[in-house]
């Protein structure tokens, strides 16, 4: 038999998937699950219970919530990317590391095929075959829910019929929870007007009265928070999480642009990437010099665009990865927040490496660097070129 790989969330559509690809077309299915951060061990052994009561071969679990950080997280953080200033690329970064441990699983066990349980209607199918045909060209992709077009009534009696009596009742909000924050989707998300109600939500708000926090960053990267320090960065965003979603912080909805041409809105709870995103950011316009935040800012945005459309192993991310990284030498300090219902403050910044240095002078209040005969030379001559520009155009005139 035919070795396939199946990308296994343990849901409707990859449920569906196991039992199609094992009794209608005769592959041998190995599940995996990839841990970006968004199973707990409770669920984890339920996942792995469904695959065994399916019938598949072998059933796997890999945790990459460290990996994950390690190897897209930090730059999305150096990068202070938010696409479209809004989202924290939640699921697309998450996508990203989840095709790749799939991928490379397939090599490991020397599959002959690999599927995943995507529809043709959004982003995820793009993201995944493309990371599939680069990294194992030749081994064929199979997408059953893609290619069959399946109503997910028509999955469930097709379940049914093989005797699976999982229950499958659709939830009003789908939710998919990650290391980098949680995205929601529900009939609000499918128009172009309506927020999500409080229902929605995986974090109910119970924090409602102020609190303060610091977040201390070496080198770019969260190693403690309020003064705790963490072995792994991955640690101290969960740990964050848990501190600031009961204030309700983080939560939006994301309007983009789909890699497939369409419009498109979904729901997002991520407090502690906003926050980190915004601390983190705080630091560095104390810390780093006008041309490193500009260049910065214009590179980080395109690898948040290439990141959220698949292109990950474009040779060019590690070429801006290397950018970033290189920005982040003195990136050091402790950053102060104010958490409040809705919404944070940032307080203010300590480091050794702060720019705004009194000693330099006090921005509107004295000069103690340079003479205001400097500032008369420097402004003659640094807009020297543009008085000639209007000198010449006004002689011409006349």
Known sequence: MKKVVLAFSGGLDTSFCVKYLSEDKGYEVHT?????????????????????ALGVASHQTVDETKNYYDTVIRFLIYGNVLKNNTYPLSVSAERMSQALAVANYAKKIKADAVAHGSTGAGNDQVRFDMVLNILVPGVEIITPIRELKLSREAEIDYLKSKGVQFNFEKALYSINKGLWGTSVGGKETLKSLGMLPEEAWPTPISKTESEQISLTFKQGELIKVNGQPFAHP??????????????????????????????????????????IIKAHHALEKHVLTKWQLNWKEQLAQFYGTWLHEGQYLDPVMRDIEAYLQSTQQQVTGDVHIQLLPYRFVILGIESPFDLMSSKFGKYGEMNLGWTGDDVKGFTKIFGNQTAIYHQVKEAVKD
């Open 32 to 52: 995996l699950t990839v841990n970006t951060g968004g199973f707990d061990a409770k669920e984890i052994g339920e996942i792995e219970a469904r695959a065994k």
């Open 234 to 275: 991955s640690e101290a965003i969960q740990h964050l999480q848990n501190i600031a979603a009961p204030f309700g912080i983080g939560r939006d909805i994301h309007v983009g642009d789909t890699i497939i041409g369409i419009k498109g809105r979904v729901g997002f709870e991520a407090a502690a990437p906003m926050l």
